[in-house]
Nanobody, 121 residues
Framework: QVHLVESGGGLVQAGGSLRLSCAAP????????MGWFRQAPGREREFVAA????????NYADSVKGRFTISRDKSKSTCDLQMDNLKPEDTAVYFC??????????????WGQGTQVTVSS
């Protein structure tokens, strides 16, 4: 069983930045894909970004390309999401995800509990 723990959510004004972090203490996710999904009120959960455990490739949703950057430290089984130029429409609960090899699409088997990101206009 893999336990994912997110941190770094909060409230920020439009145009600001936040950095989300995800840790998987005690697990080995070296070759697994890791990524982030989000769910806004009244909407389905949607893919945000993913990074491969093999080769380091990444994949982003069109809505965040050029604004969000995903990274990972495989030695620590951690994955970060740097979010810049945030918009009110980025407001959602963000979930860390892990598992599988594919990043397009990502098909995770493990999920974190989520962290709230709120962007005010």
């Amino acid at each position: 069983q893999v336990h994912l723990v997110e941190s770094g959510g909060g409230l920020v004004q439009a145009g600001g930045s936040l950095r989300l972090s995800c840790a998987a203490p005690g697990s080995t996710l070296v070759i697994s894909a890791m990524g982030w999904f989000r769910q806004a009120p009244g909407r389905e959960r949607e893919f945000v970004a993913a990074i491969s455990g093999v080769g380091g490739g990444s994949n982003y949703a069109d809505s965040v390309k050029g604004r969000f950057t995903i990274s990972r430290d495989k030695s620590k089984s951690t994955c970060d999401l740097q979010m810049d130029n945030l918009k009110p429409e980025d407001t959602a609960v963000y979930f860390c995800a892990a598992g599988g090899l594919s990043i397009a699409p990502m098909k995770p088997g493990y999920w974190g509990q989520g962290t709230q990101v709120t962007v005010s206009s």
